[in-house]
Every structure is written in structure tokens, then in C-alpha cells.
């Protein structure tokens, strides 16, 4: 067994757990059989920083450039590999084998950068929060920043509807995306939602309107889940390039220096707060209290947190607002999948 196994099984675990047994078996069996003496297998075995799911997750490095190559129909012996085709162990890794051989160079730059997938369900939780800040203040169009924007699908939330156990919906009357997670638990008010603004940081944005960004999000689309390449298609076909590069505490603290009257301010961010360094970390919360001790009441500040606290965990759902009079107000709405398979609201939404 390689000294990759482990780290290479705990990736497919948790690609079990999020719906995907093709990247669970690819996972487990390059785990297995990547070896000293292969240039590509050497440098994954000596990498250097954090290789684990939480760090620079190279084990779904590894995976998008190998997807890169059945996307761009670079490998015909890959590709006749990949779902919705169905081969033996020896038959994938077969394939994995020479495609290491023949793109060494493809594979090695693909490892260079951290896996963006910009997940469009996680989008359930900014519809169902801006519906409750819309009640809130019914008057307000929103400005919404994201942080960890990738290529700023997200900020399109509401291009997307939100479909409820019971029969109803929640966001935009003609969607390009319909949600569907499986929710429990109390359900989200119904509001008008109007943007007037969004823009999002990343420090390494994508463009929506790129052929080489769109190759990357779609090669770390898992290869056996259609309806979530649908998905990211169909966010891609709407998207305009609204995300700035940058650190997101500069950043932040740029966008919110000012109060906006007649504006609700959105901050959110999803699964992309533990990736900050500490000094990202601090500048982001000292720039929302600066921020949210200026709001106004008809300049409010509202902070989403979607963020997994723990490994193997839903993603905590926080919601926090200025709404201008000198309070803070939170509301823990519940918890969701990192993919939005899932959302267990805990609380009734109102503030």
C-alpha cells in the first residue's frame, strides 16, 4: 500500500458521503496503486504544504486533471474509463497509467492550483437568508459582496429558485436553477428580493465567460453526477465577470468603508472562511463590526456564514445583522451540506 492510501481514501469517503461512488473508487484505487519512481506520483508523495481535503487537496487535484483530459478529449482510453462507460479496476487504472505517461505536462500544471468548483447549491442558503432580510426591510434592494467568490456563480442567487417540501418556492419567478435540497424544519419567508449590486473577491477569480475557466470548474464536476454539470451549465450561461482579485480583507474593508442609504449590504461567504491566513482572517472581522457600528437604518449590514466547522460536518448556517439602531442581532438558520444537498433549519426565520 502507498503512503498516498490514506490520504487518498479519506478524499473518497467523503466524495461517498457527497453522492459520487465513481470518485470514491477512482479515489480509492489511485490511492492504492500511485507508487514511487513516477514523476507525477514522486511529486505527490513530496508535496509540501497540507496535502489533506482541508488544505491543498491534492487527491481532487489529481482527479481534475485527469477529468480535464476526458472533458477535452485529449485521452480516448480515459475517456472510454469515465462514467457513463463501465470498466474494471485494472481497466481504469490501465488508463490512469498512460495518461500519466502521455500528459505528464498537463497533469503537473493542473496540480499547480487549488480545485474551484463553485457549487451553485449552496446557493439555498443565500436565497433562503435574503428572503428573510427582504422581509425585513422590504423597502431595500440589496448590495451583496462574496468572499471566496471563485468565479461568482453564487452572486447570481437570484437568477435561482428554491424549491420547499411544501409545494412551494422561494426566489426567482423565471429561474435559470431550480433547488431541490432535501430540507427539514421550519421554512423561509416570502420576499422580493432586488439586487442593485454584486461583486465578489477571490485570489484567484475565475471568469464565467472564460473557455479555460469554464474547463476548470467542469473538471472538478464529478464525472458520474450529470444533473450537477447541468447545474454549473446553466449558472455559467447567465454569469457576467463580477469578481475582483484580491485579498478579501483588503478588499472588504475597501467595499464597506462607506455606507450605502437605501441598501441593504449582504456580506456571505461558503466554505471559504477556513482557507483565509490569520491576518485575512482578522481583517475580515474588523472591517464588518467597523462596518456594522456605521449602519444606519436605512443602511443596514447583514453577514452570512456558511462555513464547515468540523470535518465531515454540514456547514454551519449563521446569519448576523446591523440593522442600524446599535444592535447585533444572529440567527442560527441551521445547517447544510457543503454540496446544499441537504438544509435542516433549526430556527423559525425571523429577526
Known sequence: MTPLAGLFSQQADACA???????????TLCGQRLAPGQPIADRLLDWPGDATALGDAIALRF??????LVLMGRDEGLRAAYPPNEVTDDQLWSAIAEAMQTHHDHIMHWLDSAPQTNEVRRATAMIAASQLLATRFPALPFRVFELGASAGLNLFFDRYDLALPDGTTRGAED??????????GPLPP???????????????PLRPDDPQARLRLTSYTWPDQPERM?????????????????????????????PSPGHITLVFHTIAWQYFPPATDAACRAAL??????????????????????????????????????????????????HGITFAAWEPFAL
Open 289 to 338: 463590526e467597523a462596518a456594522g457600528a456605521r449602519a444606519t437604518p436605512d443602511a443596514p449590514l447583514a453577514h452570512l456564514w456558511v462555513e464547515a466547522n468540523r470535518p465531515k460536518h454540514p456547514a454551519t448556517v449563521q446569519l448576523h445583522l446591523w440593522p442600524g439602531d446599535g444592535s447585533k442581532q444572529s440567527l442560527d438558520l441551521g445547517e447544510m451540506n457543503p
Open 175 to 184: 429561474p435559470v436553477i431550480t433547488l431541490s435540497p432535501e430540507w427539514t
Open 230 to 258: 447541468a447545474r454549473l451549465q446553466a449558472a455559467l450561461g447567465i454569469a457576467t465577470p463580477v469578481v475582483d482579485q484580491g485579498d478579501a480583507g483588503t478588499w472588504l474593508a475597501e467595499r464597506l468603508a462607506t
Open 17 to 27: 458521503r457527497l453522492g459520487s461512488p465513481f470518485m470514491q473508487r477512482l479515489l
Open 63 to 68: 482527479a481534475g486533471a485527469l477529468h480535464a
Open 190 to 204: 416570502r420576499a422580493d428580493v432586488r439586487i442593485a449590486e454584486r461583486r465578489g473577491v477571490d485570489l484567484n
